[in-house]
């Protein structure tokens, strides 16, 4: 199934970066939370070594990425606080965020961090000082975030409402609230369209963001929990199968699955647009799996109880 674990330790770190203002240099990496271990680790995905290691404390669960401005930032649930970390390894600073944060987005053209809070809210957030700039009223218990590519769209899965919020950020009025399935946890925005987990139904939502309707469904295994796009092809991870259901975008048939580790949570792609990573929460370890292929490449061993929930790969064009 792998290519054996890679253990690599804490390689050379790479030179320190302006984290608000000058484009990073062109960098492959993985920001990995460890929820169980209290660490965050910066992955170089050509090797798969570990370029820094650092503490987290807190519970760091779900993770963003700037990659243009060599930054990511990750909520560590328990401590509440927004922690801005720099790809060359380095904490630059922290915040106290309200409620009870869980999920978390970057927009690039506001430059804000948009946090969901389990108390009923989605916060927009400054990160460089902390403040929140706005507040937006949710169902309940909102876990998954993403904003579209525009900046003009904000979606929320509130996982005990069923449903999918909606939100105009020029306005920061809710524009919709879509019944989806039982227990709606991660969401991605591709093409017009929203793909919403569904944990309780074992399926995907898929939402079409103009008509703002449900306009179909994808079966998955148990547990479907976070959604990717790679190699032309729709990618689920579900948690109790511990596998990742594969479909077609167009059709939303299911056309393969792929073994990986135990209890899969967050997954994202590479700037190639072919490669995948996954977060295996139980097995500690993350893997390297081509999306054209489908096969397991690699599996990178990593601190306990690595989660990743979000999109935790540097985008630096």
Known sequence: MTSG?????VGGICAA???FGS??????????TSQNAGKVTILDLQS?????????????????VDGRNARAFVVAVKSRMLHVIGLDGREIMRHPLPGAPF??????????????DWEGHAHEVEPATGTVVRSFETGANPSGIAVSDD???????????????????????????????????GVTLREGQAYVADVLDNSVTVVDLGRRTVVGKVETGERPYAVAFAAGRGFVTDQYGGTLTVFDPGTLAVTGQVTVGDYPEGISVAADGRTLFVANWLSDSVMRIDGETLTVEQEIAMPPGPRAFGSFIADTN
């Open 5 to 9: 674990l890679v253990t690599g330790g």
């Open 17 to 19: 970066l302006l984290l």
């Open 23 to 32: 484009p990073a240099a062109a960098l492959d990496l993985a920001v990995v």
């Open 48 to 64: 798969g070594a570990a370029r820094s290691t650092l503490d987290v404390p807190g519970d760091p669960v779900s993770v963003a």
């Open 103 to 116: 999920g978390i987005a970057y927009d690039p053209i506001s430059r804000h961090v948009f946090v969901t």
């Open 151 to 185: 900046g003009r769209l904000l979606a929320v899965t509130d996982r005990d409402s069923d449903a999918l919020s909606l939100f105009d950020l020029g306005s920061g009025a809710v524009v919709e609230r879509v019944s989806v399935g039982h227990h709606p946890f």
